[in-house]
């Protein structure tokens, strides 16, 4: 999986007017769990775009003071009219601890349903996967080659051996349907 290094600070003081002051002087206040206790940092707001606006998926390199974590974005706070980010929470990663992240769905492959008229249904964009860190595929492959009108790409066609779905078994990943204009040309010919 891709990585984005992100150089903090580390934050004395956590409190309500510390992390206003950091607001206002342009960084984001960070809490980085999963170690023996919360690691407090703050960051520039401009290093989390490439981490926070994107659809695909990185784990996060932070630096602090010449220490280095492996962690993943776990949550994050906007502001509810300026959409700026107030907080940001992240989760160490070990190489021998599974880690749950959502992971961007490509399809692959033209739809013989499709190339007939029917209309392709994209239902799951991610889908939420538990792995070892060094298993997460930067996204998951979905092959639509063999999808006619009406039938359905189930998660369970997508499984391997690396990593495991936590969503059902009948959880729809792509379906093609039948258009509106392949119905009228249906209905027209009889």
Do not use: W
């Not at 992100?6 to 206003?20: F, L, P």
């Not at 950091?22 to 690691?39: E, I, Q, S, W």
């Not at 992240?101 to 239902?123: D, F, Q, T, Y």
């Not at 066609?157 to 509106?180: C, G, I, W």
């Amino acid at each position: 999986m891709q990585s984005i290094t992100i150089n903090g600070s580390q934050r004395e003081s956590v409190g309500k007017s510390a992390t206003k002051a950091l607001r206002n002087a342009g960084k984001v206040p960070c809490v980085l769990y999963g170690g023996d206790k919360p690691v407090h940092f703050s960051a520039e707001e401009k290093a989390f775009k490439n981490l926070v606006y994107t659809p695909n998926v990185y784990t996060a390199s932070i630096e602090l003071d010449g220490t280095t974590y492996a962690a993943v974005l776990q949550d994050i706070q906007f502001h509810p009219v300026t959409d700026k980010i107030l907080h940001i929470d992240f989760y160490q990663l070990f190489d021998d601890k599974a880690v749950t992240m959502e992971i961007p769905v490509k399809l692959v492959g033209s739809s013989k349903g499709v190339m007939v008229g029917g209309a392709l249904r994209h239902n799951m964009r991610k889908l939420k996967v538990k792995a070892l860190p060094a298993d997460l595929p930067d996204f998951i492959e979905a092959d639509i080659t063999e999808l006619e009108i009406g039938n359905k790409l189930y998660v369970t066609a997508l499984e391997n051996d690396k990593y495991t779905f936590l969503h059902p078994k009948n959880t729809v990943v792509a379906q093609v349907r039948m258009s509106r204009n392949a119905a009228k040309a249906a209905a027209a010919e009889e």
